[in-house]
């Protein structure tokens, strides 16, 4: 936690659930990404954290935009981003999204079936179209697989076929996962995007450029590579696989971005100890879970660390099971991996769910069960 997040806590005691980012982490993160990879155009994918503070913090520094839908488009647009630094990137769209975003100056979409390029051929005449393509997401945390992209032999038909509808074939994007916490992932994948590169070449295209996704690791439980490791393997690979007129670079990344910039304050709201042998685990229930916010705790994918009250005191540390508020028996978050927490925690202890910068507000139910929204603050 920094200590802005630390004395506005201090200062306001916030009501729980909340969301606190720091946004000098968000334009530290912004940074470093684009020091580590100079070359490349930074896309924010908008929906890790749409907040309109997150939003304007990276438009100053540059940041062009990943977008996911007609709402983020008019959301970036209305917040004074203009309609040439948006990448439309979802390759699942409804036809009023393209004929408005087409409207409202969107010239840029991506695409990864014969069907949604016609339609982007008649609703978005003469725009840049960019195909993504189906790559391996082992290593991935939470994988991105299987509901998008396409063969590499498909990409390259798709391409050939868009210029032919009068559209300009632009470039290849992938996704490897995210949360991906190996650098190799992003080496096979670039062979795999080259490859399609050569072949279309030989047919007269050339593609401008060579979208990387996002992907890149926030610091939750396990160690990641850090920015730095991934932007050195990604320009040796695009050294060795395009010795001359490289692509123009671009990435998107969300997570990286937002992820280790706010933290949640919630309260324990019962500790639950159903028997006196200890044969069955404790239970932890917050005022937050899966419903509030919590969704990438599906499948206990993503691991959050967790601040106490008790962190200095404690002498040992107890496995509990951790439980949202809701009266749904799938709000629980870990169960088959426990948490480890101070014996100490009970009812009323404010925590600290660190990292919870990304994929968490705008994740959030409207209000399942009669619990609000959390409430969002922006340092
Ligand atoms: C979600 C998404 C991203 C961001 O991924 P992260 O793993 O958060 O970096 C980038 N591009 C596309 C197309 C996405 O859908």
């Known amino acids: ?39 490349a155009k930074i896309y924010y994918a908008v ?22 839908s007609l709402g983020e488009v008019k959301s970036c647009i209305s917040l004074g981003i203009s309609a040439n630094r948006l990448s439309f990137g979802n390759t699942i769209k409804p036809i009023h999204a393209i004929r408005e975003s087409y409207k409202l100056g969107i010239r840029l979409f991506a695409f990864d079936s014969a069907e949604e390029l016609e339609k982007i051929a008649i609703y978005a005449p003469g725009s840049k179209v960019y195909c993504r393509i189906m790559v391996v997401n082992d290593g991935a945390d939470w994988p991105l697989s299987r509901k998008f992209g396409t063969t590499a032999e498909q990409a390259i038909h798709l391409l050939i076929d868009a210029q032919e509808k009068g559209l300009k074939p632009a470039g290849i994007s992938f996704h490897v996962g995210s949360q991906q916490k190996t650098v190799k992932a992003y080496q096979h994948a670039i062979t795999l995007a080259a490859n399609i590169f050569k072949t279309l070449q030989n047919r007269n295209i050339t593609l401008d450029f060579l979208n990387l996704g996002g992907g890149f690791p926030a610091n939750y439980s396990d160690e990641v590579p850090s920015t730095e490791d991934f932007g050195k393997t990604i320009s040796t690979t695009m050294k060795e696989l395009f010795p001359k007129e490289p ?133």
């Not at 912004?30 to 580590?36: A, E, Q």
């Not at 910039?261 to 006196?276: H, P, T």
């Not at 927490?341 to 209000?367: M, Q, R």
Request: glycine share 8%.
């Open 1 to 39: 936690m920094t200590l802005k997040i630390s004395q506005f806590i201090a200062d306001k005691n916030p009501a729980t659930p909340c969301l606190i980012v720091d946004l000098d982490v968000v334009k530290q993160n912004y940074l470093t990404l684009k020091s580590s990879l100079p070359q």
């Open 47 to 68: 929906k890790a954290n749409p907040a309109a503070p997150i939003i304007t913090t990276l438009e100053k520094l540059g940041s062009y935009f990943d977008v996911a």
């Open 247 to 379: 692509p123009h670079l671009f990435i998107e990344p969300g997570r990286s971005v937002v992820g280790n910039s706010g933290v949640v304050r919630s309260e324990v709201i019962l500790v639950s100890q159903r028997d006196e042998t200890g044969k069955n685990p404790r239970w932890v229930y917050l005022d937050i879970g899966r419903f509030g916010g919590l969704a990438e705790t599906e499948g206990e994918a993503i691991r959050y660390r967790f601040e106490t009250p008790y962190d200095n005191l404690t002498t040992g540390l107890v496995p509990c099971v951790l439980a949202g508020p809701t009266c749904d028996s799938a709000d629980v978050m870990y169960e088959k991996n426990p948490v480890m927490l101070p014996p100490e925690l009970k009812s009323g202890d404010k925590i600290i769910i660190l990292a919870t910068g990304a994929y968490v507000a705008s994740y959030c139910s409207t209000g399942f069960n009669g619990f609000a929204p959390l409430n969002e603050y922006y340092l």
